[in-house]
């Protein structure tokens, strides 16, 4: 059973950096995607990155240049990158799993099978 948990929320001056970590486990297959998504109070769940695991990735337009996703196959991890953090930005980051190299192309929640519980992204002005 695949299991997926974040970590390295936390609160932030706009301007600042966060990196956060997504440890996966539990998966049998080559092949795999992990994405990034956020939702701030009162707002619908947007993706934001997303990487396979042969390190492609892509971007919300909101983040481009700002943040980046990156894996470490050895220790079955991926990791989301913020710098230049603004107020915008303050949510719950969650972490989703699929198999597929090709499911990273998808940035709709609806496309991801496996969810983390969350870690909270806040930044202040």
């Known amino acids: 059973q695949v299991r997926v948990v974040e970590s390295g929320g936390g609160s932030v001056q706009e301007g600042g950096s966060l990196r956060l970590s997504c440890a996966t486990s539990g998966h049998t297959y080559a092949f795999w995607s992990v994405a990034w998504f956020r939702q701030a109070p009162g707002k619908e769940r947007e993706g934001v990155a997303s990487i396979n695991d042969d390190g492609i990735t892509r971007y919300a337009d909101s983040v481009k240049g700002r943040f980046t996703a990156s894996q470490d196959t050895a220790k079955d991890t991926v990791s989301l990158q913020m710098n230049d953090l603004k107020s915008e930005d303050t949510a719950k980051y969650y972490c989703?799993?699929?198999?597929?190299?090709?499911?990273?192309?998808?940035?709709?929640?609806?496309?991801?099978?496996?969810w983390g519980q969350g870690t909270q992204v806040t930044v202040s002005s």
């Open positions: 989703a799993f699929r198999y597929g190299r090709e499911s990273y192309r998808r940035l709709d929640s609806g496309s991801w099978d496996i």
